[in-house]
């Protein structure tokens, strides 16, 4: 039972896994490739003369593209932000937590042990 079990999650698995489509199945190798200087001027040119939202942001978009391979764009310097820490205590607090911890089951171990076996030595017969 637990072998058909076993075997019939691995099936399902294999299939979730292999079965599923790729994201990115479709994008070229290249995404630069299809789009050319002259191609940038004349969406441009036609995004001005008929302003429609999607040919708008098409343009806006090629015109950043362009500028960013000339150089005129450079990224946002990152924010100095220090690391937050951990918990704000010491390395003797931590060892000491952890000591303690180890102790505790230790304790609690050789309890159970000695209550489970404590009439171990007692023969009534």
């Known amino acids: 039972m637990l072998n058909r079990i076993a075997s019939f999650s691995?099936?399902?698995a294999l299939i979730c896994t292999l079965g599923g489509s790729s994201v990115s199945a479709?994008?070229?190798a290249d995404p630069e490739?299809?789009?050319?200087t002259s191609e940038l001027s004349e969406l441009t040119t036609v995004a001005k003369k008929d302003p429609k939202p999607n040919d708008k942001l098409r343009a806006d978009m090629l015109t950043l593209i362009a500028d960013a391979k000339a150089g005129k764009l450079t990224p946002a310097e990152r924010p100095?932000?220090?690391p937050a820490k951990s918990n704000n205590l010491s390395k003797k607090t931590k060892i000491a937590i952890g000591v303690g911890i180890a102790v505790a089951v230790i304790a609690i171990i050789v309890y159970k042990h000695q209550k489970d076996h404590f009439l171990d030595g007692?023969?009534?017969f």
């Open 10 to 12: 691995l099936v399902i």
């Open 26 to 28: 479709n994008t070229p």
């Open 33 to 36: 490739a299809g789009t050319k």
């Open 80 to 82: 100095q932000i220090q």
């Open 122 to 124: 007692l023969k009534v």
